[in-house]
């Protein structure tokens, strides 16, 4: 249950190496959050993660989970609610793919659009089960503005995460009055941020390099009034979940930025530099 203060005891981290997920985590910790599953496919990077929040105090077990394995998600995600109430599920696992590999290998493009929706709908449905019987508790969709307004140039990672912003949003609804939160967060691009915390960025990141919603946000949407970090995620995140938010925009400039591109006529559209 969460404490006097709001704050969660409890996380369950969908995507556990993930720098949002991660800081977030961290974040939780420094206001009491005690316990943290971090779920994800078993790797150093995994382990790694887990040693440096049981550093900072949380007791933290890892979980062997696959996004793509939804035969299994019903019994994997059920052993770590059948330990204990969960407070919070974050659900932030999620890959860019390479639009021009993936226009050429469809098969490529399935993967994406399976992980990052069907594996998200899966793990959503069976967290939000979890919860609704517990009666209380909160679920995280790691969204982004990539889904707002699908580019040619990412079409195939904005179509995924324009179906999972749809269904967490819908799932929100179908949950609404059953004491459990559904927020979705949707992130402008990630900067690199100088880190007193875990690995410094080696140096500047080139374009092929950068992940799609990083691409999404080049050009105009790259200013730095636009994009964030994963520590401001976070205390995004943080601040949402208090006013029990349903819908958080980081930074929140980008709200207003992408109505206006969401209402542009599609031939206009075409024409931007984004």
Known sequence: MKDAFGAPQSLLVLGGTSEIALATARRLI?????????????????????????GRGADVRTVAFDALDSASHEAVLGEVFAGGDIDLVLLAFGIAGDQGR?????????????????????????????????????????????????RRADFIYGSSKAGLDAFAHGLGDALHGTGVHVMVVRPGALRPEPAAEPVPVPGPVPASAMSAPARFAAAPLES?????????????????LRRRAETVWVPGALRAVMSALRHVPRPLFRRLPL
């Open 102 to 150: 993936d226009e050429e290998e469809p098969l490529a493009a399935v993967r994406v659009a399976q992980t990052n929706y069907t594996g998200a709908v899966s793990a959503g449905l069976v967290c939000a089960g979890a919860l609704q019987a517990q009666g209380h508790g909160s679920l995280v969709v790691l969204s982004s503005v990539a889904g707002e307004r699908v």
């Open 224 to 240: 730095s009034a636009l994009t964030t970090t994963p520590q401001e995620v976070a205390e995004a995140i943080v601040a949402g």
């Open 30 to 54: 420094a206001l009491r959050t005690r316990t943290v599953h971090l779920a994800g496919r078993p790797s150093p990077a995994l382990d790694a993660a887990a040693d440096e929040l049981r």
